[in-house]
């Protein structure tokens, strides 16, 4: 008896194992980034958006920062002032024109703001240069690694030769981050939630410098953390009292008893880099002496001496 003849040869069989290989089942799923993108592995996505910068920060032995908030808007004096003047140019060709009256108005008040870029970045310096002590220990500072205030703060990290870390987050507009990130500490999240957990989960002080929308989000949610003891304590520091104070009406919000007296005592203000740190070791000394009671002294305001 003969053995049936094969009828198929060796380029057939190549062809058939070639799309077997070629079909998306068989491409391996870390490596298969149509089925990473599903909607049913955000889960997993959530996961790898955490651990890839928890991993480099663990090698990198950060273990604890100050995280710097403020508006991606503000800029460097000088940048500030060649707006201005190029702004009161245009008005003058028109000065009845509301358009160019208006753009002349937010020009000379960015310039007013300019000097916040000059207090992160000489905060940036201070914290880089700090050294550990009895109640601090060594710290970084982090940001949502944009421009305006995050690279103010980062740039003064930079400049003391300290690491500089930024947190960027995937925007329909791109946003790339700010030339003063430390290479090996630059990220670049999908997630908000991500993003928030990695800015505080190492944060000894949180400071806001003045901001929109971004900023107060992130400043309540710092607030209602503090508030409902979900993190545990640290100091919050206000940069530009008057600013903030017209943004957020906090005696209101006691007036109409929507929060405690006691909850304004979560934060403070300061007006220079100087009054930032010295309100952020002041509320350490203080901590540290009262052996962290479970009710800590009210935060003292900066230049407050009741």
Known sequence: MTEPEDDESDADIRERVQRLIDSPSYEQADRDEAFLLRPEMCGVRLQLDF??????LRRRAIEHTIVVYGSTRVVEPH??????????????????????ACAADHAKRALDKSRFYEIAREFGRIVGSGRA??????????????PG????????????????IGLNISLPREQLPNPYISPDLCFKLHYFAIRKLHL????????FFPGGY????????????LQTRKIAPLPVVLVGERYWRRAVDFDFLVDEGMIAAADVHLLAYAETAEEIWRAISTWYDVHTASHNDAEAPPFQIAGDQT
């Open 51 to 56: 651990w890839k910068t928890e991993e480099i």
């Open 79 to 100: 940048t500030a002032q060649a707006r201005l003047t190029k702004a009161n140019r245009i008005l003058a060709t028109d000065p009845g024109n509301r358009q160019y």
């Open 133 to 146: 002590g009895d109640t601090l220990p060594h710290l970084a500072v982090v940001t949502g690694g944009g």
């Open 149 to 164: 205030i995050m690279e103010a703060a980062n740039r003064g990290a930079y400049e003391s030769g300290a690491p500089s």
């Open 200 to 207: 505080l989960e190492r944060a000894k002080a949180a400071v």
């Open 214 to 225: 971004g900023t107060c989000d992130e400043l309540f949610e710092v607030l209602t953390l």
